[in-house]
């Protein structure tokens, strides 16, 4: 299910009384819902009204200035979390105790001061963490990657729009049901994807990535 807190063309009042009146549905009596995709507007308040819903099994958050995740924390059930435009949040560390959690992806986390605080969430499956927001440019900052092999059971890691200051990839080797990696398609990653390609089939698929867009480039040039 997806929630719009206003519609195009609604007026100031109206779009409040829609969203006031989501709040009091969320947080008034736990509903049926178990799939929820706020795909508007998010602020606390209605972020806040969530944790009345203990029995979704996954949010989404398109964006807003929501900056506290103690409210999704209380989410018991939640096996998937997608949360986008989530540039104010600072902390990380509610979501540590959600021990259901598999799919996680975070974007826009830009003033988190240290992602590696997420290894700790040893049964997630599939992460995407930086930028994943078509209209942005600004690369999420992350530091390394060697916190990343404490995720033993990850399948999947989406690292779109990030920034590595250390560029070292060879921590994802340590990873051993890794099937899924995406990268940004940096020169800085280039000379190790080719290096690691032989004892990875992850770092091969990068590989005929690259090679791919090496071709495409060298087609548009002609």
């Given at each position: 299910?997806?929630?719009?807190?206003?519609?195009?063309?609604?007026?100031?009042?109206?779009?409040?009384?829609?969203?006031?009146?989501?709040?009091?549905?969320?947080?008034?009596?736990?509903?049926?819902?178990?799939?929820?995709?706020?795909?508007?507007?998010?602020?606390?308040?209605?972020?806040?009204?969530?944790?009345?819903?203990?029995?979704?099994?996954?949010?989404?958050?398109?964006?807003?200035?929501?900056?506290?995740?103690?409210?999704?924390?209380?989410?018991?059930?939640?096996?998937?979390?997608?949360?986008?435009?989530?540039?104010?949040?600072?902390?990380?560390?509610?979501?540590?105790?959600?021990?259901?959690?598999?799919?996680?992806?975070?974007?826009?986390?830009?003033?988190?001061?240290?992602?590696?605080?997420?290894?700790?969430?040893?049964?997630?499956?599939?992460?995407?963490?930086?930028?994943?927001?078509?209209?942005?440019?600004?690369?999420?900052?992350?530091?390394?990657?060697?916190?990343?092999?404490?995720?033993?059971?990850?399948?999947?890691?989406?690292?779109?729009?990030?920034?590595?200051?250390?560029?070292?990839?060879?921590?994802?080797?340590?990873?051993?049901?890794?099937?899924?990696?995406?990268?940004?398609?940096?020169?800085?990653?280039?000379?190790?994807?080719?290096?690691?390609?032989?004892?990875?089939?992850?770092?091969?698929?990068?590989a005929a990535e690259y090679e791919s867009y090496d071709a495409w480039r060298?087609?548009?040039?002609?």
């Amino acid at each position: 299910m997806a929630t719009h807190a206003a519609s195009p063309g609604s007026g100031a009042a109206a779009e409040a009384r829609r969203l006031r009146s989501w709040i009091e549905f969320l947080s008034t009596w736990p509903t049926a819902i178990t799939d929820l995709r706020l795909a508007s507007r998010v602020g606390q308040g209605l972020l806040a009204a969530v944790a009345g819903q203990g029995q979704l099994r996954s949010l989404g958050v398109k964006w807003g200035p929501y900056d506290d995740l103690s409210p999704v924390a209380q989410l018991s059930s939640l096996e998937t979390l997608d949360l986008q435009g989530a540039s104010r949040v600072e902390s990380l560390t509610p979501l540590l105790g959600m021990a259901r959690l598999t799919q996680l992806t975070l974007s826009q986390v830009h003033r988190v001061p240290d992602v590696a605080v997420l290894s700790e969430l040893v049964g997630v499956t599939s992460l995407t963490l930086g930028n994943v927001s078509p209209g942005s440019d600004t690369g999420l900052i992350v530091p390394h990657l060697r916190w990343v092999p404490r995720l033993r059971q990850l399948r999947c890691l989406s690292l779109p729009g990030t920034r590595l200051l250390d560029h070292d990839l060879t921590p994802l080797l340590d990873l051993p049901d890794l099937v899924e990696l995406t990268l940004p398609l940096r020169r800085s990653y280039r000379r190790q994807v080719f290096a690691l390609a032989d004892r990875s089939p992850v770092f091969a698929s990068l590989a005929a990535e690259y090679e791919s867009y090496d071709a495409w480039r060298a087609a548009s040039r002609t």
